[in-house]
């Protein structure tokens, strides 16, 4: 966890892609996983900036029951961290054309046994898509027998999962924050 940001470089076609350094506190019992933020995402610097993803509305609609999430980034991670929520992805680096997650090549999971020492009060992990599982099962298998935890593996929220509308997203999703219904 020593990298202060995510980025990209590209040759030939390919981004070679460093993702983003956890969004997190002390008092985060939940943690969202992504797979590895988007092209949009990482030149803008901020989780989820895809104009049309659906994670930061559909987090606004759960946590705070509103329909509209808050415009500026800070007041976003801020909304999350209120309600004890943190935000990383499954890949640290990785290669990909584009940013869709049936491209990712060559990736290297983040370090999830140090993140939960170092925060042991999560108890609750939503894996945003099934990229973002696939990645973390694959590197992290001894974490998913944990019993203190609980494992969410939910619809992805980008607009490539486009047969999922908000409100399906919205019902799905809640499972994983029923103190919220």
């Known amino acids: 966890m020593e990298r202060k940001s995510g980025g990209f470089s590209m040759t030939n076609s ?3 892609c460093t993702g983003f350094m956890p969004s ?11 797979s590895m933020p988007s092209v949009a995402s990482l030149d803008a610097q901020q989780y989820y900036a895809h104009p049309q993803n659906r994670f930061w ?26 309600h004890h929520v943190a935000l990383w992805d499954s890949i640290a680096v990785c290669e990909r ?14 370090d999830f046994s140090s993140l939960l020492a170092q925060y ?27 019993q203190d935890i609980h494992f969410h593996k939910m ?17 799905a999703w809640q499972a994983a924050f029923p103190h919220y219904l």
């Open 120 to 146: 042991p009060q999560i108890h609750t992990i939503c894996f945003n898509g099934g990229k973002s599982y696939q990645c973390f099962k694959k590197y992290n298998q001894l974490l998913l027998s944990r």
């Open 14 to 16: 390919t981004f070679h």
């Open 97 to 110: 054309k584009g940013s869709l997650d049936a491209d990712i090549k060559n990736e290297r999971g983040n």
């Open 57 to 82: 509305p559909l987090m606004s609609r759960i946590l705070e029951n509103s329909p509209i999430a808050p415009s500026d980034y800070n007041e976003r991670l801020s909304m999350l961290l209120r």
């Open 24 to 34: 997190i506190d002390k008092n985060c019992t939940h943690l969202i996983l992504g």
């Open 155 to 171: 619809p992805s929220t980008s607009p490539a999962n486009a047969r999922w509308n908000l409100d399906m997203l919205t019902e």
